[in-house]
């Protein structure tokens, strides 16, 4: 996401405040630190032994693991490179001995007879081109003959988010000769490009027999979902009335996918994209309240649409046809389910899509056992034969949840490679039980189940749910009913590939305060920095810089109801306050705001961390750390003396993984100006690194379009990447000059 749509994130995503269930008192120290024996006795310890013996990697397998990452056997020692140091430059910086190359860039034809792109806003046709704000990716191994393959280095498909794009006002105005129409009504040609730009790409590289890696144009395998893609809708709500809309009466299928953010990969080989600020592209009018049911409207509030509501590119105005009346979300109609207006369409945004890059002629699903919220990744559990499978979830707006779903169907080691992968994802995605969690004071939290047989849920009396749809749809009111614990901005997760923890960043929350106001909360344990940081002349408040939580499951594995927390890294700049902001201490080879993408390596188990920063970037741009965690409970108890106005304490505890050392945690790259690093995927033997690099040159000002020379970013063009000038995201692959694996 943006960091400046985040400024006014409030405007178009939830930031209720109504969990009454955050002020319990500390009653127990963390648990002792668990010792590898515990883990290996534990459900993971059947995939663990596996991943030991592929990885050969020492790191994370001893009891005091941090300073130990030498890979067994190879000589190979991780995260032996130099530091990179922060940046402000406008181009791609890694390690001395790495090379980073651009290799698809927003524009990008994806068709033998698509034109090469201008770059000069004039282009059109973008549902054969590159979208636009790339975001998260994943990799999908192709073998010469064109079949998936888990073993391919030098060919696969990537399946690719195109989150957003880069706006002034209305318009996404790079994309427009002059800038576009910054008022309504906005015309219908710019709006048909603007929808285009959005959604998912797969595309198809290949790497040459010199090394060099480059998408290819005319591959058959190239496809771009849009806005405008028919989907299903799958899973619990699948033809609920909650769904039913002018443009499937049945509340069957849907249209499209929109602000797609974080992605997943299954076990089975498709990818999951991530929906998340959906709600600011729909239009509410100012009446529309009294024209709808009550249950409704406090749905559209706690998701972000109160009446009135601007769309954040004015779409619903193109014109009269369907295409542009279906961002219209308020109730035009006169039915009285919805079939003959768009005031239901909201509720077919929001979920975790299914899509199978492997075969472009299968229908994506929108797989709405998962939940309905403002989605970013989507991460696996370790499968175990005979184990049901957990996705972990994170709903980034402030004061948001974490979320747990856990499938029926336990896991066959024979759907590893099926022949038909929408209905394997049928089989584990469509049926389970979905939890919210809630972290306790001691270190421990609960998994709680979101269902309508919960007496917290069935009688809840901010809003009265129908049904287990009702429950999935509206997954966010369920979660305050059950008393989940409220979120610094839950984004990414990742599972740690040896441990099976599960680390989620937590971006940065301005509504947090040590005296909150009404609309705020204040520090808790898992949650607990609220401090001023200085930018120039301006100030940020808040927790500005973010932190990575991290969950250890209970014995049950995938399918514990309880787990153990503490927090793997505090994000602050190296200088700031030991006691109360630089928690983990950082040094200026580490230091970091705002952690955004989180990924394991598959091949090498580093943890790489990505940023979405807007307090930091006075000193450095948007940048990408490799680290070698712990586990949960290597550090200590902390406690943190908030200042009061008056002069008194607020004391919080909270628990501080074991500080990173220059071995462990280390700056590998940093991007260009104005952008955010994000999305993350490999090859099967670690060599090649891909990422993408979000929307440099952001904050360029519309009235400049005509003067490149005041764009803030031109990259990639100036790192000799494609016509013009006019920046644009893009994703880059890092290889190392030696051949070696990313990170070593
Ligand atoms: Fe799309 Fe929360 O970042
Ligand atoms: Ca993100
Ligand atoms: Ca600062």
């Keep these: 996401m943006s960091k400046l749509i985040d400024n006014t994130r409030q405007l178009i995503s939830g930031d209720e405040d109504s969990n009454t ?9 963390l648990q002792a ?20 013996g592929s990885f050969g990697l020492s790191a994370c397998t001893s009891d005091d693991n941090n300073d130990d990452n030498a890979a067994a ?41 698509t034109s090469a792109f201008k770059n000069d806003g004039t282009d059109g046709d973008f549902e054969n081109r590159a979208g636009d704000h790339h975001d998260g990716m994943e990799y999908f191994g192709l073998s010469a003959d064109g079949k998936p393959s888990t073993t391919s280095n030098d060919r696969a498909l990537l399946g690719m988010n195109h989150e957003a794009t880069t706006d002034e006002k209305l318009t996404s105005f790079f994309q427009h000769a002059n800038g576009g129409t910054a008022s309504l009504p906005r015309p219908a040609a710019e709006v048909d490009k603007e929808v285009a730009l959005h959604g998912v790409s797969v595309v198809e590289i290949s790497k040459s027999s010199s090394g060099k890696w480059a998408y290819v144009q ?16 799958s899973g619990p709500a699948k033809g609920d009335a909650l769904m039913v809309t002018k443009y499937s009466t049945t509340g069957l299928l849907c249209r499209g996918t929109l602000n797609n953010c974080g992605t997943g990969k299954t076990p089975w080989g498709t990818l999951l994209t991530g929906e998340e600020n959906w709600a600011g592209y729909f239009f509410r009018s100012a009446t529309d309240d009294a024209a709808r049911d009550a249950k409704s409207v ?14 954040r590119h004015g779409w619903e105005t193109g014109g009269s046809d369907d295409k542009y009346a279906r961002w219209n979300n308020s109730k035009l109609g006169t039915s009285s389910n919805g079939a003959d207006d768009y005031r239901n369409e909201m509720n077919t945004f929001g979920y975790v899509v299914e899509v199978d890059a492997y075969d472009k002629s299968k229908t994506a699903k929108k797989r709405t056992g998962l939940g309905r919220f403002a989605h970013e990744s989507a991460a696996f559990s370790k499968p175990v034969v005979g184990q049901p499978l957990a996705v972990y979830q994170g709903d980034d707006a402030r004061n948001e949840y974490i979320y747990k779903f856990v499938s029926t169907a336990v896991w066959s080691a024979a759907d590893a490679n099926p022949t038909d992968r929408m209905a394997t994802g049928d089989k584990y995605l469509d049926s389970g039980k979905l939890y919210a969690a809630k972290l306790n004071a001691d270190g421990s939290g609960e998994w709680i189940e979101l269902n309508i047989s919960n007496a917290k849920i069935a009688a809840y009396a901010g809003y009265s749910f129908t049904n287990q749809a009702d429950v999935l749809v509206n997954a966010r009111i369920a979660a305050d009913a059950v008393g989940a614990t409220k979120m610094d901005r839950p984004e990414w997760c990742g599972v740690h590939p040896n441990t099976g923890e599960i680390y989620f960043t937590l971006t940065n929350n301005s509504n947090r305060a040590v005296e909150p106001s009404s609309s705020q909360l204040a520090p808790d344990n898992s949650n607990p920095r609220a401090y001023s940081d200085a930018k120039g002349s ?106 009061k106005a008056d002069g008194s304490t607020l004391n919080v505890d909270t628990y501080v993984g074991k500080e990173p050392t220059t071995d462990t945690l280390k700056r590998f790259l940093v991007g ?40 803030t970013s031109q990259w990639p063009a100036n790192a000799g990447y494609g016509a013009g000038k006019r920046p644009r995201s893009a994703t880059i692959v890092i290889t190392k000059n030696d051949g070696g694996r990313i990170g070593s």
């Design 21 to 29: 269930s955050g002020n319990e008192h500390f009653q127990n120290v």
């Design 33 to 52: 630190r668990l010792s590898r024996r515990d883990v290996l006795r534990g459900s993971l310890g059947v995939g663990m032994a596996t991943m030991f």
């Design 73 to 113: 056997g190879s000589g190979e020692k991780l995260l032996n490179f130099s530091a990179v140091n922060k940046s402000v430059l406008d181009q791609v910086i890694v390690p001395a001995g790495y090379t980073a190359s651009v290799i698809y860039a927003l524009g990008d034809p994806l068709s033998a007879t």
């Design 218 to 233: 005319a591959s058959s395998f190239n496809k771009r979902f849009t806005p405008l893609t028919p989907m299903e809708l």
């Design 298 to 311: 406090t749905a559209l509030k706690r998701y972000g649409r109160s009446q009135g509501a601007s769309s």
């Design 538 to 643: 301006s100030t940020s408040k808040g927790n500005v810089n973010g932190h990575i939580l991290r969950v250890r499951e209970g014995s049950a594995g995938a399918t514990a109801t309880s787990f153990n927390w503490d927090v793997y890294l505090f994000g602050a700049q190296a200088d700031a306050d030991k006691g109360l902001i630089n928690l983990s201490n950082l040094t200026a080879d580490q230091d970091f705001s705002s952690p955004d993408g989180i990924a394991f390596s598959p091949s090498t188990g580093i943890c790489w961390i990505q940023t979405d920063d807007g307090a930091y970037t006075d000193v450095t741009n948007c940048m990408m750390l490799a680290a070698i965690p712990g586990k949960v409970g290597d550090g200590a108890k902390k406690t943190l003396a908030h200042k």
């Design 672 to 711: 260009p100006k104005d952008c955010e690093i994000t999305g993350l995927c490999e090859s099967p033997d670690g060599k090649s690194l891909f990422i993408n690099i979000q929307h440099p040159g952001e904050g360029t000002k519309m009235a400049d379009i005509a003067d490149t020379s005041k764009y």
